[in-house]
């Protein structure tokens, strides 16, 4: 039992990096989300139901996805191409900016 305690906190430890909530700026997102709008909409809220609304998730949930899409374990060909040149404070940024907006769970 101790040791099922301690592989299981040695991967919660491993683990929480990639977990952490980066902090982003709100302002800065929005200066860069003008290449997301055209399939997102413009407050993230996408008129197509083929795009995922981004606006109200939650940031740590968006920076994840973001990072993962550029690291290639998240597969999109679009989301793929589009996180290529996108820094880590870029993801941060952008999902400050889409966490912030009325949408799926976020209620202004």
Sequence with gaps: MKLFALVALAFCCASA???ADPTGNIDQGKAKS???????G???NSQAAMFPKLAGQH?????????EYKAGTR???IMG????NLSEQD???LAAYFG?????YLKR
């Excluded at 003008?34 to 997102?40: D, K, L, N, W």
């Excluded at 912030?100 to 799926?104: D, E, P, V």
């Design 100 to 104: 912030s907006q009325k949408g799926l």
């Design 34 to 40: 003008t290449t997301c709008a055209a399939c997102h």
């Design 59 to 67: 940031p740590d949930y968006l920076y994840n996805a973001l990072l």
């Design 75 to 77: 597969k999109n060909a």
């Design 42 to 44: 413009v407050d993230g």
């Design 91 to 93: 993801m941060a940024d």
């Design 81 to 84: 191409g589009q996180v290529t």
């Design 17 to 19: 990096p990639a977990l």
